[in-house]
């Protein structure tokens, strides 16, 4: 990869590469995710670390098969035009010479759930059964990727890491994201707290993960557009390392 500037960010789609000469050579363009899966593999130490807690875990309703190698697996919801329905909004802008990816904005929403019963000797505020799942996986201005739990909580459960951008087909368009991590956010950890837990999980690994994505074609934006996409998101890199260094 032939890149004047490389920064590399802690999300599910995580790599901006940009090249100084892409005003003039390069034409990006937007593409909307419609379909794909999610595999993961969860972390045994830490269902050790749950069941110990209180949450032991039971199984998965599983929506899409998963990838080879992985246990659960979670489809990807396609776009609604009905407000009342989930449907995926995420979008990105992509580029293969010279390579570019940035993700735009919108949410992936998933399907499927992860299950537990629950001691109530340990966690008194849960009931006997618990779960997360229906997962909605979207991005702040600091390009950190999290996903919300929709189905229980409400809260944003799982902080997403990976150390690479999608691996993209443009010819069959689709993409495939190796080598991602979830991780308990704080906002879980507090949740299992007030509901009675005597440890905080913040930070531990709840999986390993896999992403499958088809997309479609939405436009290809004017070459101002796609410079102010560029700084804008360049601006958000930069506030998350000074961040991060702090």
């Known amino acids: 990869m032939n890149t004047k500037h490389l920064a590399t960010l802690l999300g599910l789609t995580s790599v901006i590469a940009f090249n100084t000469v892409l005003p003039v050579k390069a034409e990006p363009q937007v593409y909307l995710e419609v379909a794909g899966r999610e595999s993961l593999e969860l972390d045994p130490t830490t269902l050790a670390i749950l069941e110990n807690i209180g949450l032991r875990f039971t199984g998965s309703d599983n929506t899409a098969p998963p990838a080879p190698g992985f246990s659960i697996g979670a489809a990807l919801l396609p776009p609604s035009s009905n407000p009342n329905i989930r449907g995926t909004t995420f979008t990105f ?58 189905l229980t909580t409400n809260l944003p459960v799982l902080d997403v890491t990976s150390s690479g951008i999608p691996t993209v087909d443009l010819n069959t368009q689709t993409w495939v994201l190796e080598g991602l991590e979830l991780f308990f956010s704080q906002e879980f950890s507090d949740f ?26 939405v436009s290809t934006p004017e070459p101002g557009t796609t410079v102010a996409l560029l700084v804008s998101s360049l601006g958000a890199i930069a506030l998350k390392q000074k961040s991060n260094n702090q």
Do not use: H, M, W
């Not at 759930?113 to 991005?139: M, R």
């Not at 999986?207 to 499958?212: L, P, S, T």
């Open 93 to 150: 802008l992509y580029d293969d010479n010279p390579l570019l990816y940035v993700p735009l904005g919108g949410t992936e929403e998933f399907s499927g759930s992860v299950n537990f019963s629950v001691d109530t000797n340990k966690l008194s505020g849960l009931g006997t059964e618990f779960a997360i799942g229906n997962f909605s996986n979207a991005f702040d201005e600091t390009f950190s990727f999290f996903l919300t739990d929709t």
């Open 192 to 217: 299992l707290i007030n509901a009675g837990a005597t440890q905080s999980v913040a930070g531990l690994k709840f999986a390993d993960a896999r992403g499958n994505r088809s997309f479609v074609l």
